[in-house]
């Protein structure tokens, strides 16, 4: 549902001054109307491929004429159960999207990283389409966990591109040739679109259609939606305790003691000691692991610490800067700023709580 001046309205209902295309919100000159096809993976995420669809129709709703046309495409052309076992129709098999000016891969869910690069291998298919559909220059995009199978197909070698914030390190150290953005919420590389998580699949819908129906109709798609422009960065959403990406028994037993030692100067030889192990054994498991040191790590618990405080407190910066072991304010500023892309101010004014 949205909701225009107070009232409610279905997506398929809107009201007259949003679906009678007389507010200038497209260029009318627009003859092609774009085939997307939306590609659905085995495990694909439910929420993103649909909300991909309703983005194209209430495009259309706001053109007052059909401006986007789309379908469903499976491996088998089967309808194909979600992740979370919701079922969506099929046109057909993944070879059959190919006429199609668009082509949109859904975001999976997986298990486990070793789960997911098998099924990366399975998709041979799936790649040669994307394969065939960037050689003809045709536009391709996708989100999440679903940048993988781009990478996997060799779209994105040589071109920028960003995925799911947790993916990060794997994603560099198996797809070398891609310039990996880990924060960005967007790309945008010739014809070709990736977004970061989950939900950035509506950043990468508002793109297309600004591509396919101009500022203006973008503008009126995030309005309706309330679509926050501002979202340009996954750093403020990053976590570090989920999506560790690992199973090394060293460095969970290394995470939980810094987090209890939050406040205290670093020192490698008592987190050694701790966990039972040597001062060189542990960088290089943090390395292999995580892609840090154990002191980056720390300052990264450290930022989260923060970012909680500003959302969830009232403690002026000086006390949370304490709180997380710094001493020397401004340079806490400046490691805010590079990490999370926003001041701690600006921060805590777009995601303090409001308790009523």
């Known amino acids: 549902m949205v909701v225009l001046r107070g009232k409610e309205h279905s997506l398929y209902e809107l009201p007259a001054c949003a679906r009678s295309g ?39 709703r706001l053109c007052g004429r059909t401006l986007f046309a789309w379908r469903f ?84 070698a040589g071109r920028q591109a960003t995925t799911s914030w947790w993916l990060g390190k794997w994603f560099r150290e198996r797809y070398p040739a891609v310039q990996l953005q880990p924060h960005a919420m967007l790309c945008k590389a010739g014809h070709v679109l990736t977004a970061g998580a989950t939900t950035s699949c509506l950043e990468l819908m508002l793109q297309l ?16 939606l309330l679509l926050d422009a501002r979202r340009d960065s996954q750093a403020p959403y990053a976590g570090l305790q989920q999506f560790s990406g690992h199973d090394d028994p060293l460095v969970c037993r290394a995470q939980h003691w810094l987090q209890q030692q939050l406040a205290q100067p670093f020192s490698l030889e008592l987190l050694a000691s701790a966990t039972h192990s040597s001062g060189r054994t542990l960088i290089w498991h943090f390395r292999s692991a995580l892609g840090v040191t154990p002191l980056q790590y720390l300052q990264k618990l450290r930022l989260q ?34 990490e999370m892309s926003c001041t701690p101010a600006e921060y805590r004014s777009r995601f303090a709580r409001h308790d009523a």
């Not at 869910?109 to 799936?126: M, P």
């Not at 591509?211 to 309706?224: H, N, Y």
């Not at 970012?307 to 710094?326: K, M, N, W």
């Open 305 to 338: 610490h923060a970012c909680r405080q500003l959302q969830h407190g009232d403690a002026t910066i000086e006390q949370i800067v304490a709180e997380c072991g710094y001493e020397d304010l401004s340079a806490f500023r400046r490691l805010f700023k590079r």
């Open 209 to 224: 259609i600004r591509e396919k129906g101009g500022e203006d109709l973008a503008l009126e798609c995030a309005r309706i």
């Open 22 to 60: 007389n507010i200038a919100i497209i260029n009318a000159d627009i003859a092609n109307m774009p085939n997307v096809a939306i590609l659905l993976p085995e495990q694909y995420i439910a929420s993103g491929a649909c909300s991909a669809a309703d983005m194209l129709q209430l495009a259309n």
């Open 73 to 156: 495409f499976s491996r088998d052309g089967a309808p194909a159960r979600s992740s979370s076992s919701i079922l969506l129709p099929a046109s057909g098999r993944y070879a059959d999207a190919l006429p199609a000016d668009v082509l949109l891969v859904a975001g999976i869910g997986y298990a486990s990283l070793a789960k997911l690069e098998r099924q990366l291998d399975q998709e041979t298919e799936l790649c040669a389409v994307l394969q065939a559909a960037n050689c003809q220059g045709r536009w391709l995009g996708s989100y999440c966990t679903g940048t993988t199978f781009l990478a996997q197909a060799g779209v994105l």
